[in-house]
């Protein structure tokens, strides 16, 4: 990928993306929740960490959002979040690295 450049020798790096959220309904276009059922990770060999944030809209803090401080690439699959009960709304932010 020519765009991912990774500083030769680093020991760690982190390639970080964030989404704002606008959550509608597909037929009426009004807001609405998505409720989340799992988190998945996917790096090929060279992911070894794997962090996902959530912030809720007007709030300034990240939480923890299903992150996997110790990931490899065999792991990759589904995590089952359903029994957490979390729903995205506009205005949230999903970070992702």
Not at 46 to 74: I, N, P, T, V
Request: net charge negative.
């Amino acid at each position: 990928n020519p765009i991912i450049h990774i500083p030769a020798g680093a020991a760690r790096w982190f390639l970080t993306r964030t989404c704002h959220l606008e959550v509608t309904n597909k037929t009426t276009k009004e807001p609405t929740e998505f409720h989340v059922y799992g988190v998945g990770y996917h790096a090929h060999l060279l992911g070894r960490e794997m962090y996902a944030e959530l912030k809720r809209a007007g709030e300034d803090e990240f939480q923890d959002f299903a992150s996997a401080a110790s990931w490899h690439f065999d792991d990759q699959g589904m995590q089952n979040i359903a029994a957490w009960s979390i729903s995205l709304r506009t205005g949230d932010t999903l970070q992702t690295s």
